[in-house]
């Protein structure tokens, strides 16, 4: 009699499992029924992090043709602007500069070269004129490499917070699972299916849109850091130039 009382009651309780595992539809999983499960939060996460993503694409797309403009046309530039100097033909380099307006030592020389030649009337060359020249290269310098930096600060606050606004729409998803829990008073898979497909979606699109805008943050500020120093050699190069004109004018006044 006992054994059978056992019986009965184990029964009964793997029926009840099996009511409770078995009594929802199968969840659909594909990215629209996932997107008509969500709510309205979830679906605002969504929807800014793909912005965010949208803008961080357009920054990477942007600097990626601008490096490449730069780099091409520097290396066009830097050539004919040394044979223009090695002859003397200051002219003709701020010619060859402004033919190349992309590059980033066009930019820089150009200012240079123009300040040396504003004080270039008279046959000596004082020593006024090369630190007026220093002046205007380390200033150029400066307001190029805000040029090449910009939106990489956007891209850098992207790649960090979006993990956490996706993480966000997760924690929402985890609340809207134990909210269909008690207002079904179910615990089956069609009672948090909501929930979770919100915290599963919202966390891969958080992830989805920092990974590459970190990657390509820290690559494309290697290359500003590699425009830097060329520009501050040809600066350093310029001066040098500035220097022997001088020598050769004869001393200073």
Not at 193 to 217: D, H, N, Q, R, S
Not at 235 to 244: A, H, M, Q, T, V
């Amino acid at each position: 009699m006992f054994v059978a009382n056992v019986a009965t009651h184990t029964l009964s309780h793997m029926s009840t499992m099996a009511v409770w595992m078995f009594q929802d539809q199968p969840v659909a999983w594909d990215p629209i029924s996932l997107w008509k499960q969500m709510g309205f939060i979830a679906r605002t996460v969504v929807v800014i992090l793909f912005i965010m993503s949208g803008w961080s694409i357009g920054v990477m797309i942007d600097r990626a043709m601008a490096f490449s403009a730069a780099r091409k046309q520097s290396r066009a530039f830097a050539p004919a602007v040394a044979g223009a100097l090695r002859d003397g033909k200051i002219d003709e380099a701020i010619k060859v500069a402004e033919r190349n307006k992309k590059s980033h030592l066009a930019k820089v020389v150009t200012a240079g070269l123009m300040e040396f030649r504003a004080h270039q009337e008279s046959g000596e060359i004082p020593g006024e004129t090369i630190e007026a020249s220093k002046r205007a290269l380390e200033r150029t310098e400066a307001i190029v490499h805000a040029e090449l930096k910009r939106g990489l600060g956007g891209l850098a606050t992207i790649g960090s917070t979006a993990p956490f606004v996706g993480l966000f729409g997760t924690v929402m998803g985890i609340l809207n699972a134990f909210k269909g829990i008690s207002e079904q008073k179910a615990t089956g898979l069609g009672a948090v299916a909501g929930g979770i497909a919100e915290a599963l979606v919202t966390t891969a699109v958080g992830l989805f849109v920092a990974i590459p805008a970190v990657m390509m943050f820290n690559y494309l500020t290697g290359r500003v850091e590699a425009f830097d120093v060329e520009m501050d050699n040809s600066s350093s190069e310029l001066i040098d130039y500035f220097l022997k004109k001088r020598e050769f004018a004869g001393p200073s006044s």
